[in-house]
């Protein structure tokens, strides 16, 4: 397998986005949704999974395609190539607040898991398929479920994670506990597992969840301080209830809402 080599450069802050390079006949394979923009010469095409099994027919298209229902994605996903005669960029944005993480596959394996939703782009070549987990509880309750994404190859890709990503470098044995959902990805020889977090205080009272999860090294751990599902659940909290207002920010609730400034009639 090999992927087409693409330089990239990223920009941004709390909301990121990369922009790739591509020289001459070089592609790029990205989710539906996360293109930004690019230059007249770079050629957009629609294509069953991810682009690494195309040579093999249509019936290789269609196993690439089925792993990615697996997963929750959808069927198609979309190739840039630079058609040109010079070098082209191609951009691609982060859905929601936070960093993109590049990932080099030739420094950790030709192999690096990442949950459902984390994968943004990567070169053409690189295989994007599903990893099954062989553990029960893992599956049940990890928060992730028992399918999660890998991506597979010697390019580079690209994973998206929310709020601030930390990086953590496993020594053999080593073991750190996480909250299930701010996990981003590790490499292959990381072992995953769930935790029951013990305790009837903890179980009850906590808050946090009944199970956290447990990274054994060695291996390579990308942690998110904001995972999607807690932004959405935040938000969603504080939503409108019944056509009105929380009243945020104001002990008269309401009736200091006519006088805050910002009301519309």
């Known amino acids: 397998m090999n992927a087409h080599e693409i330089d990239y450069r990223i920009y941004g802050e709390e909301m990121q986005y990369v922009e790739i390079e591509l020289d001459p006949e070089?592609?790029?394979?990205?989710?539906?949704?996360?293109?930004?923009?690019?230059?007249s010469d770079v050629k957009m095409n629609t294509i069953l999974g991810d682009g690494s099994n195309q040579e093999k027919g249509l019936l290789g298209k269609i196993f690439s395609a089925g792993k990615?229902?697996?997963?929750?994605?959808?069927?198609?996903?979309?190739?840039?190539?630079?058609?040109?005669?010079?070098?082209?960029?191609?951009s691609f944005a982060s859905p929601y607040p936070g960093k993109i993480v590049p990932v080099d596959l030739t420094e950790f394996g030709g192999k690096f898991i990442c949950q459902k939703d984390a994968f943004l782009c990567a070169a053409k070549g690189v295989s994007i398929?599903?990893?099954?987990?062989?553990?029960?509880?893992?599956?049940?309750?990890?928060g992730e479920g028992f399918i999660m994404q890998k991506m597979e190859g010697d390019g580079m890709g690209f994973?998206?994670?929310?709020?601030?990503?930390?990086?953590?470098?496993?020594?053999?044995?080593?073991?750190?506990?996480?909250?299930?959902?701010?996990?981003?990805?590790?490499?292959?020889?990381v072992d995953y597992d769930i935790e029951f977090?013990?305790?009837?205080?903890?179980?009850?009272?906590?808050?946090?969840?009944?199970?956290?999860?447990?990274?054994?090294?060695?291996?390579?751990?990308?942690i998110q301080s904001?995972?999607?599902?807690?932004?959405?659940?935040?938000?969603?909290?504080?939503a409108p209830q019944s056509g009105g207002d929380r009243g945020e920010g104001s002990i008269l609730g309401g009736i200091g809402d006519l006088l805050d400034g910002d009301n519309r009639f």
């Open 26 to 39: 070089e592609g790029v394979v990205a989710e539906s949704g996360s293109f930004m923009m690019m230059d």
């Open 68 to 90: 990615r229902i697996l997963t929750g994605e959808s069927l198609f996903m979309t190739v840039f190539t630079n058609i040109g005669h010079g070098k082209k960029q191609v």
């Open 129 to 142: 398929g599903i990893e099954f987990s062989k553990k029960l509880g893992r599956g049940l309750f990890g």
């Open 159 to 189: 994973i998206h994670a929310g709020g601030t990503m930390a990086k953590k470098v496993l020594q053999p044995g080593e073991v750190l506990k996480v909250d299930t959902g701010c996990i981003v990805g590790f490499t292959q020889d």
């Open 197 to 222: 977090v013990g305790g009837i205080k903890n179980t009850i009272f906590g808050g946090e969840g009944l199970f956290f999860a447990t990274l054994r090294g060695p291996g390579t751990v990308y």
């Open 226 to 238: 904001l995972p999607f599902s807690r932004l959405a659940g935040r938000v969603l909290s504080m």
